[in-house]
């Protein structure tokens, strides 16, 4: 069963609902390689199944144009004299990476329009940016069904969504859009604090310049192990990449900085700061367990949570572990 036949699936159920054919009204925006508006938002009755365009690409910063000029010129405002529409409920269906630059309109959509809409992302495979989705949205869903009765299940899921969403609306219930019960078991809400696809190649690490306070990236890249060896090392080594500059956004955009644990003693090279020069971007502060640089031994005070440490060099193997990221 194609998407499109998902639309018409979840209109019938719909209007079979009184209270839903009362209230809801709905719109489609296509988006591929470019978005438009395939049906315009109107009430449940008038609404006529589109035909949904096939192409190529994700042009998800171009859907978001759209979707934001769409609730900007059809809903209506809630005003002293006027009973504005309710807050739409988007569900944002992607099987891809986006190939446009999404950000500013995602930050378009944060600053102006987050507050008063909801959007349920549903990934198609796994083959969609979850991170960038994530920044959009808490609510990320991933759908990993392929029978035919998967897809049926997870499209009624989105009719009664929609529809206990109307009823909530007008009794004031506010319950929660996300209710997984009876998806079935090929709907998973993804938690942003697990990133779904870790690359195994790399280990990105944040730290903060001592001096400055300035947030850098520090990456590693792993090296390839002879099968002749292989048994001789029983962790995967990554060796220095470099220390580079990022600006503070790099945190707003990045939720999940602070991830798997990696071994130190997988790192190789030890990366200077990239502000101050000193020698050492990746000491560890004992207090919060994040990233600093340091120019050596003795007393520093941590950038990120200002508590005061004194640095000694050891000989131990103490095992400590430090945060991943993402590259
Ligand atoms: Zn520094
Ligand atoms: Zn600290």
């Not at 002293?80 to 995602?106: C, E, H, S, Y």
């Not at 050492?280 to 120019?295: D, Q, R, T």
Request: net charge negative; hydrophobic share 35%.
């Amino acid at each position: 069963m194609a998407l499109e036949e998902g639309v018409s699936r979840i209109i019938s159920s719909l209007r079979r609902d009184p209270g839903a054919l009362e209230s809801v009204y709905i719109s489609v925006i296509a988006f591929a390689g470019k978005a438009q508006v395939i049906s315009p938002l109107v009430d449940l009755v008038s609404f006529y199944s589109p035909r949904l365009p096939i192409g190529g690409g994700t042009a998800l910063g171009v859907a978001l144009e759209v979707l934001m000029r769409e609730i900007d010129t059809r809903l209506v405002k809630q005003t002293a004299t006027v009973r504005g529409d309710w807050k739409p409920v988007i569900f944002l269906i992607t099987d891809g990476q986006p190939t446009d630059n999404p950000q500013p309109m995602i930050q378009k959509w944060l600053k102006n329009y987050a507050s008063g809409a909801t959007i349920v992302a549903i990934t198609l495979g796994s083959g969609a940016d979850t991170n960038i989705l994530h920044q959009l949205t808490p609510h990320v869903l991933l759908y990993e069904g392929s029978r035919e009765e998967d897809f049926k299940q997870f499209i009624d899921w989105i009719s009664r969504s929609i529809s206990t969403q109307s009823q909530s609306v007008e009794s004031n219930r506010g319950e929660s859009i996300i209710n997984l019960a009876k998806a079935g078991d090929a709907l998973v809400l993804l938690d942003e604090k697990k990133p779904m696809v870790s690359d195994p190649n790399t280990v990105v690490l944040t730290g903060r310049c001592q001096k400055t306070h300035s947030p850098y990236l520090i990456k590693y890249t792993r090296i390839g192990t002879l099968k002749s060896i292989e048994r001789f090392i029983q962790k995967p080594q990554y060796s220095l990449e470099g220390c580079f500059p990022v600006t503070e956004s790099y945190f707003i955009w990045s939720s999940d900085f602070q991830e798997e644990q990696i071994d130190v003693h997988s790192l190789i090279g030890v990366p200077g700061c990239p502000y101050c020069g000193n020698l050492i971007a990746i000491a560890l502060c004992g207090k919060c367990n994040k990233i600093m640089c340091i120019n050596g031994e003795g007393e520093a005070i941590c950038p990120w949570c200002k508590s005061q440490n004194d640095f000694v060099f050891s000989d131990s193997d103490a095992n400590f572990d430090i945060g991943r990221g993402q590259g």
